[in-house]
């Protein structure tokens, strides 16, 4: 049977270094850090991306985010912290087994900016967008 790194490293069937672990969720360092203290936190259930995560098992996965999160923080004394999940190769997600980036952050560091400058978007495009993802959702209820 075929299974992701992400699978095996929850299932304790490859080697990674792990900080924290409950049941469901796995928080380990990955193989090429972003930055001193960069961590991965996954469920140790297969899902693609976040928005394949049945609700309870997301909450548990935020959840644990936000704790492995704060033990970062301080263990680090970091300024800030980066939680980043990719969704799709659009947005450069690489490994497609749902994973939250924790990448402690400080001032000065040489990370910069993580967004590209923009401009506004002009008042009609932004009341159009609006319209249709508020329609969206309302259809999902």
Request: hydrophobic letters at 45%; proline letters at 6%; a negative charge.
């Amino acid at each position: 049977m075929w299974e992701c790194d992400f699978c095996a490293i929850g299932a304790r069937r490859a080697p990674a270094t792990v900080v924290w672990e409950d049941e469901v969720n796995v928080a380990f360092f990955p193989l090429r850090p972003a930055a001193i203290g960069h961590t991965l936190v996954i469920p140790k259930s297969h899902y693609g991306d976040m928005f394949d995560v049945p609700e309870a098992a997301l909450s548990s996965l935020m959840q644990a985010a936000t704790k492995v999160g704060r033990g970062l923080s301080a263990a680090l004394h970091s300024d800030g912290m980066n939680v980043i999940s990719s969704a799709g190769e659009a947005a450069s997600q690489t490994v497609f087994h749902v994973h939250i980036h924790l990448v402690p952050r400080w001032k000065g560091d040489r990370f910069g900016d993580i967004w590209p400058p923009s401009e506004p978007w002009a008042g009609e495009i932004k009341s159009e967008i609006a319209e249709m993802v508020q329609r969206e959702l309302r259809s999902q209820i």
